[in-house]
């Protein structure tokens, strides 16, 4: 059977003993890009080398200035897979600015057509087998809402592992969601601290959140390099749109000093916080969600620190 892009449409068969479900499986993969002449195209082309062919690509052209828009078009010119659209450049802010190209390319589409929702960054490269194994992942756990890899970044010539979070953690730039998951949380959320948001709004819901350790995806571009944003602001900002309540917020704060061993940097990031809470600056989750939030930071907080 050969699907809309003249390759085999790929589908699996799940017998229940006379009873025989044919599933197709499709990939739908938004990708914002901002400035990424640099990184693109190993994205790109890391996507046309996936064994799994299923898939359409829309690449968001988020304002960039430089040779973006031409390398995506060499894309769109020679694969019926891959789409594009070009925004005005939004404000370059920490989260809501890539959740806003992403919902832009997201309404281009129709969802009825696809399986996996896909949010993937501009400047990685993925192993051949990464949305194979994506796929057999869901279908082989119908619990499974959000799967995805291991980031590594090249460092003295050897890609290692990043580190930047926890190994059962789905990192943004690879984020792949079942599109029931996907739909039952609201979509992502256009906030700082929107790739954990996600993740607690899934389980919260009763899906798994999955890391699949043997892929590793290679981050060319160090994140945050692009970001003004002072460290302190940053966390004291995220706490608050996570939605933490102010206990938590500063048990969060004080974990963070302790890793710096700055004491003004607690300090620091609670005025950032409390600054935010003063100006009552809009949350883009619901009192619900955010009760749903701070449950499971309490319960983290008494497994990992109270040892309950």
């Known amino acids: 059977m050969i699907n809309g892009n003249g390759y085999p449409k790929k589908f699996l068969i799940i017998g ?23 990184n693109l195209s190993f ?17 968001v052209n988020d304002g960039s200035v430089d040779r973006t828009p031409e390398i995506i ?26 959740v806003h190209a992403f919902k832009n390319g997201l309404r281009t589409q129709s969802l009825d057509e696809f399986d996996i929702i896909c949010k993937f960054d501009a400047d990685i490269i993925l192993p051949e087998n990464y949305l194979a194994a994506v796929e057999t992942a869901f279908a082989n756990n119908p619990e499974y809402g959000l799967v995805g890899g291991l ?62 350790p043997e892929l590793h995806v290679k981050l060319i571009k160090v994140k945050g390099a692009d970001y003004t944003i002072r460290p302190a602001d940053y966390y004291g900002r995220y706490f608050y749109f996570l939605g933490l309540n102010r206990f938590l917020a500063y048990i ?9 061993k700055s004491p003004s940097f607690f300090f620091d990031m609670i005025n950032s916080y409390e600054n935010c809470r003063s100006k009552k600056l809009e949350l883009k989750i619901t009192k619900e969600e955010q009760k749903a939030v701070n449950d499971q930071r309490w319960r983290m907080l008494k497994k990992k620190w109270l040892k309950m």
Request: hydrophobic share 35%; with cysteine; proline share 2%.
């Open 43 to 59: 994205t790109l082309d890391s996507l046309q080398q996936q064994s799994s062919k299923d898939f359409k690509v829309v690449v």
């Open 252 to 260: 969060a704060s004080s974990k963070e000093a302790m890793k710096s």
């Open 73 to 98: 078009r060499k894309y769109t010119k020679t694969d019926s897979r891959f789409e594009t659209i070009n925004l005005q450049k939004s404000g370059h802010q920490p989260g809501s600015k890539v």
């Open 16 to 38: 229940h003993s006379s009873l025989i479900t044919i599933i197709f499986v499709r990939f739908l993969i938004i990708i914002p890009a901002h400035n990424e002449e640099d």
């Open 151 to 212: 980031l590594y970044i090249e460092k003295e010539g050897n890609w290692i592992y990043e580190g930047n979070s926890n190994k059962h953690h789905v990192r943004g730039p690879m984020k792949a969601y079942r599109k029931e998951c996907f739909m039952q949380i609201g979509g992502l959320r256009e906030t700082l601290g929107w790739d954990n948001i996600d993740s607690i709004l899934l389980e919260n819901l009763g899906w798994k959140e999955v890391v699949l």
